[in-house]
């Protein structure tokens, strides 16, 4: 599969912004999706997985509440929505697909998943 994520940008902190993943090659509906964020120096970092469904999702804490993790499977595009943006959010955010069976949010975090696409860069300001 072939993952680009697109949407980022430059936003002052307290904007939203809605990051887009789009995917090509098998059928969307038979992946589960997620994003990753990575800082500058820092390691990667989850921020949120979605079912094949759309029904199961995971947050990382720190987005909890923020952020809004969701699909379009007739689009094969997943989606990113940020509000209330924090200058700690400032990353380069990655989508990324997972094959078999839902794992939990602890599992993509610290194993990651299967197919990863080119970041967006989000930049956001104080």
């Known amino acids: 599969v072939q993952l680009q994520a697109f949407g980022g940008g430059l936003v002052q902190a307290g904007d939203s912004l809605r990051l887009s993943c789009a995917a090509s090659?098998?059928?969307?509906?038979?992946?589960?999706m997620g994003w990753f964020r990575q800082a500058p120096g820092k390691e990667r970092e989850f921020v949120a997985a979605?079912?094949?469904?759309?029904?199961?999702?995971y947050y990382a804490d720190s987005v909890k509440g923020r952020f809004t993790i969701s699909r379009d499977n007739a689009k094969n595009t997943v989606y990113l929505q940020m509000s209330s943006l924090k200058p700690e959010d400032t990353a380069v955010y990655y989508c990324?697909?997972?094959?078999?069976?839902?794992?939990?949010?602890?599992?993509?975090?610290?194993?990651?998943?299967?197919?990863w696409g080119k970041g967006t860069q989000v930049t956001v300001s104080s």
């Open positions: 090659g098998r059928p969307f509906s038979s992946y589960h």
């Open positions: 990324a697909a997972h094959v078999g069976a839902l794992r939990s949010g602890t599992y993509y975090s610290n194993y990651g998943m299967d197919y």
């Open positions: 979605i079912s094949w469904s759309g029904g199961i999702t």
